[in-house]
Each structure stands twice: as structure tokens, then as C-alpha cells.
């Protein structure tokens, strides 16, 4: 019999070029030159490799080292779950971590590593959360969604379009406050002001690693990418969101004193990041990606959804739970979206030990100490895993072959088909946030026949809603 040999071990490609100078350079191409999607296939086409070292913004002033190797593939892409070999310990955002004076002066769970105590009390917390709020999630849905339809049909009786991006904030915001503390923000301490107070928060946070949206990219560079935007800014806002919750979340944060031995001030902290951050801000992208790739599927999609979800209604006596599990086609539609589209796009990990990382092309030697981060997009839409990767197929999770692909869905950091837990650093809400997606397009077709966009739009704005007829 012929032996195998040892594995080959190869240096991984790339540059981080000249201290300072080839942070800002790598940074420059990001935003400006050559934009996300093209500085990560460019250095793959250069490298000929889906594994290579590159910096990652910010870079300086922010941080002082940020040297990263980058995994963009789905071969590659899962050692960033791995706990046996990574650690997790502030790396949310990479090599750069806003300052606790955003957070109370508390460090929130999704920063900390697995192994340290205080994840496990911070993120148990925050399953009983979850857990204790599940009965409302249906009918505080069912309430938040008729409030959004009864805006956007009064804003397309009076214009003619309606700006779905800006109407389902407002949705998210109330769905999220209610079933969680029973209160109702907008009559009970923030109006509707929730959404606009939130994004403001988060503005500081996320502008060294996004782009503004609105000045000159050159702009962004020399203001949001060069200069930390300090707390104090936003203070007032994030103030009147923690007063709402200490309120109106007592007995909530009464548990997390009780059952999990946290002092009510940080549970509180820890559960505003949570609402805010983890589940508002990945839901106001979610949703319009939805919106938008359905819209562009066309009639047929919107036929045969509407078809499911109504057959499933009539069948199981309402929008419930045993009628959602039935709609198949709902179900694969979300994941997809969730495939093609993840809201959130870039995930990393600090080596733990050396280890080897092996790609679609070879393996790779990874030192101890050493970043790692990947482009989910890329790990989701490979084409050695998915037939037509680029491509949005509604049906590519449908039947026993289909299911088998689900594990590959990997917007909750971790394999669809593996569970949260304190252990691990998978989404605490992954299971509900599929749920609720599923209940958005279930209701939805509810109450539609089909709907079209404005294509030309970078924001999904409704221009025809076409009510259903039974």
C-alpha cells in the first residue's frame, strides 16, 4: 500500500506592507478605490488563494495591529466556531472593540470567550430572556406588523410609494420592547423616537468599520476613519433607552439578579446591547433583503408563497405555530435570503495554538496569537458547496436533499444545524429570529397578492402593493 506522506503545510500569501502605511493603504482600497466585495476577490484572483493575510480596517488611529488572515471559503470559513482552537475574546468587530462607555462601563457578552464565567451567567440570562418572552412573539408580531401595513398603505394612497426601510424600524423597535417587557415604547417613555435613538448609539460604534452612507467616501476617510467619536455624543440617547428598560424590564432584570447572580445594572446594559445591537440592528437589514430579493424573484415566488401560506392558515386555524412549520417555502425563502445575504457579514477569532487551516486548496500554518476573520458572503456563496452560488433560488432548502444543505446557513456564527448555548458563541436568538422572518413573510402573503419595488433604489420602497383577494 502506498503511504500518504505528511500533509503539506504552506506559507499563506499575502502582505501587510510597511507598519502605518499598509494599514492605511489596505484600508484606502476597502472604502474607496476598490469597495468590499472587489478588495476581497482581487487579492483571491492575485493570491490564487482563498486564505491570505491582508489588514482590515480600521487600522490606526484605532488599533495598532491590524494584521488579519482572512478565510473566504466554506472550507476555511467554520475554524472561527471552533472554541478547541480559537478564542473569541473581543474580536466582535475585529481587531478594534468600542469603549465600554458605550455599554454602561460594563464589557457585554458578546465580547467575552466562552471560558470565562461571566459569559456563561451574561448569555444564559439572555436565553431565559428569550425563553420567558416566547408566548408573545406570535400575537406582538401580528400587532407590530398590522401598525407597519397601516403606515405604508397611507403613505401609497397619499404618494404612491412607501418607504419600506424607514416603516420597519418602528415595527422591529415595538416588536422587540413588547415582548420583552409587556411595555409599549411609544406610549410608555420613548414615542417613536426608539429606531432614531438606537441608530444614533450605534453610529459612534460602527463608523471606524462602515462607511457613512452619506459624505464622500474620501470624507469618511478623513473624519469617521480617523478620528473615535466619543460617547459623550450620544449619551442622552442611549440614557432615555436604558431608563425605558430599568423601568419596564424590573422583573426581568430582578431574574437575571436571582437566577444568574448579575447586578441588575449590568444585566440591564447586557440586555439593551442585546435588543439594540444583536437583534435590532441585524432585523433593519434582514428584512429589507427579504423584501428585496422576493420582490426581484417576481410573480411566480409571489403566487406560490401566498398559495402556502394561506393553505397552511386554512389547515392549522390560523398563523400559528404547527401552520408556520408546515410552509416549507416560506422557510427555505428565509434561509436563503440568510445565505445569499447575511446580516452579518464579517466574523472573527484570536488562534489559541498553533494550528493548521485547511482551504478548498491546501492547508495553511496559523500561528498562535494570530487574527483570523472571514467574509461570510464568500464561506455562503461558494461555489464548491452551493450549485448556483450566486444566484438567489427560493427552493434550495426543500426536500431531504435541500435540508442537507441547511447546515451550510451560517449568518448565526455556527452551522444552522447546531444549537446555541452558553458554550458556544452562537446567536442566542437564532431559532426566533428565523421564526420571526418566517411570520414577516407569512403575514406578508397574508395580506398581499404581490408587490414590486423601486429597482433603481438603494432602499427597498414599495411601488405597487397589490392586496389579496380570496
Not at 502506498?2 to 476597502?30: C, K
Request: net charge neutral; glycine share 8%; proline share 6%.
Amino acid at each position: 500500500m502506498a503511504s500518504t506522506g505528511p500533509v503539506p503545510v504552506r506559507e499563506i500569501p499575502g502582505t501587510y506592507g510597511p507598519p502605518l502605511l499598509g494599514a492605511i493603504a489596505d484600508r484606502f482600497e476597502y472604502f474607496v478605490t476598490q469597495g468590499v466585495q472587489n478588495f476581497f476577490k482581487k487579492r483571491i484572483e492575485k493570491y490564487e488563494s482563498t486564505v491570505f493575510r491582508v489588514n482590515m480596517p480600521p487600522g490606526p488611529p484605532f488599533v495598532s495591529d491590524p494584521r488579519v488572515i482572512m478565510l473566504l471559503d466554506a472550507k476555511s470559513f467554520p475554524v472561527l466556531y471552533d472554541l478547541s482552537k480559537v478564542e473569541k475574546k473581543n474580536v466582535l468587530t475585529g481587531s478594534y472593540m468600542p469603549s465600554t462607555y458605550f455599554t454602561g462601563g460594563y464589557r457585554v457578552a458578546v465580547y467575552m470567550d466562552p471560558s470565562e464565567e461571566k459569559h456563561k451567567k451574561l448569555k444564559g440570562f439572555c436565553l431565559e430572556v428569550l425563553r420567558n418572552g416566547r408566548d408573545r412573539y406570535f400575537p406582538e408580531f401580528s400587532r407590530a406588523f398590522d401598525e407597519l401595513c397601516a403606515a405604508l398603505e397611507k403613505e401609497m394612497e397619499s404618494s404612491g410609494k412607501a418607504s419600506f426601510s424607514d416603516e420597519i424600524e418602528q415595527l422591529i423597535f415595538n416588536f422587540l420592547c413588547r415582548s420583552i417587557t409587556r411595555a409599549d415604547p411609544i406610549s410608555q417613555g420613548l414615542g417613536s423616537n426608539g429606531p432614531s435613538y438606537v441608530k444614533t448609539w450605534l453610529g459612534p460604534q460602527l463608523a471606524p468599520i462602515l462607511s457613512s452612507g452619506f459624505l464622500p467616501k474620501i470624507l469618511d476617510e478623513l473624519t469617521i476613519h480617523s478620528i473615535p467619536l466619543p460617547f459623550w455624543l450620544v449619551s442622552g440617547y442611549y440614557d432615555k433607552l436604558f431608563s425605558f428598560l430599568w423601568t419596564h424590564a424590573a422583573p426581568v432584570l430582578e431574574m437575571g439578579e436571582k437566577q444568574f447572580g448579575l447586578k441588575k445594572e449590568e444585566a440591564c446594559h447586557d440586555l439593551l446591547f442585546n435588543i439594540a445591537f444583536n437583534a435590532f440592528a441585524g432585523m433593519i437589514l434582514m428584512f429589507p433583503n427579504i423584501v428585496k430579493y422576493v420582490a426581484r424573484a417576481g410573480d411566480q415566488l409571489h403566487r406560490d408563497l401566498a398559495e402556502e401560506v394561506r393553505e397552511a392558515v386554512r389547515t392549522h386555524g390560523g398563523l400559528n405555530a404547527r401552520a408556520l412549520e408546515s410552509m416549507a417555502l416560506v422557510r427555505s425563502t428565509v434561509y436563503e435570503v440568510l445565505r445569499i445575504d447575511p446580516p452579518v457579514p464579517l466574523q472573527y477569532a484570536r488562534a489559541k495554538t498553533d494550528l493548521v487551516v485547511e482551504s478548498h486548496d491546501g492547508f495553511y500554518g496559523v500561528k498562535k496569537g494570530e487574527m483570523l476573520g472571514g467574509y461570510q458572503p464568500f464561506a455562503t456563496k461558494d461555489p464548491k458547496v452551493f450549485d448556483k452560488a450566486e444566484e438567489f433560488v427560493p427552493r434550495r432548502f426543500m426536500g431531504e436533499e435541500g435540508g442537507k444543505m441547511v447546515k451550510y446557513v451560517l449568518w448565526s456564527n455556527g452551522y444552522e444545524t447546531n444549537e446555541t448555548s452558553t458554550d458556544n458563541k452562537q446567536c442566542a436568538g437564532k431559532e426566533i429570529v428565523v421564526q420571526v422572518a418566517q411570520l414577516f413573510v407569512a403575514h406578508f402573503f397574508l395580506r398581499y397578492d404581490s408587490f414590486a419595488i423601486d429597482q433603481s433604489s438603494s432602499s427597498v420602497t414599495f411601488t405597487t402593493l397589490k392586496k389579496a383577494i380570496f
